[in-house]
């Protein structure tokens, strides 16, 4: 059986905010491996470390020490303008607040990368986005004439329109009701499962975490615990028996 590619590799990452009595230790030696084509999911604590574990891993913050690659890409070599343009082409992210430009419609929020890159849209893959996540009908909308679901789902086909390495979710489905959060989370399922995407998601959501192939638990900065093929009922035990330890 072949081993698939690496989408993202993260060696023994540090992260330190401050200095002295100030200093807070956020990533303590972080070691991850995650293989193209996965889903993985990252839970813990407040103040576990997992959105500066994200950030890092996106290259949207710098690690105090340690290595990050995207791909072939180790993002410690490159310059600011190689590191800008890896994200624009390498790199898809969904956020909690949607981040849609409240003038564009949902066609020209989707295609933004592209324009900003100077490239032209993929028709065939363009197609293949707005139909896997059923934006058909939405095109000519401006995002304050879109449900929440649906703007999410609109950064979602922003995010894939690249066909980047990997997508980063940070808290998707927070500022999303029950059953939009769902749909969110089976369109980037289907996204792995139907375009072989790679996606990278923080959650605090058991639910959510049990769409991932993978979840990884973290505590004061350092991975703890890994469950595959999550259940909603498996997460939340683990999820339960770390903050017990954290109190």
Known sequence: MTTPPTAVTA????KTYGTGDTRVAALRGVSLVVPSGEFLAIMGPSGSGKSTLLHCLAGLDTASSGR???GDSELGGLSDGRLTRLRRDAVGFVFQSFNLLPTLSAADNILLPLRLAGRRPDQAWLDRVIDLLGLADRMHHRPAQLSGGQQQRVACARA???RPRVIFADEPTGNLDSRAG???LSLLRASVRELGQTVVMVTHDPRAA???DRVVFLADGRI???VTQPTPDVVLDRVGRLETRAA
């Open 68 to 70: 990050v690659r995207i």
């Open 224 to 226: 703890v615990d890994e």
């Open 182 to 184: 769902a749909e969110v």
């Open 11 to 14: 060696t023994e990452l540090t």
């Open 210 to 212: 049990s769409y991932a």
């Open 160 to 162: 894939l329109i690249t």
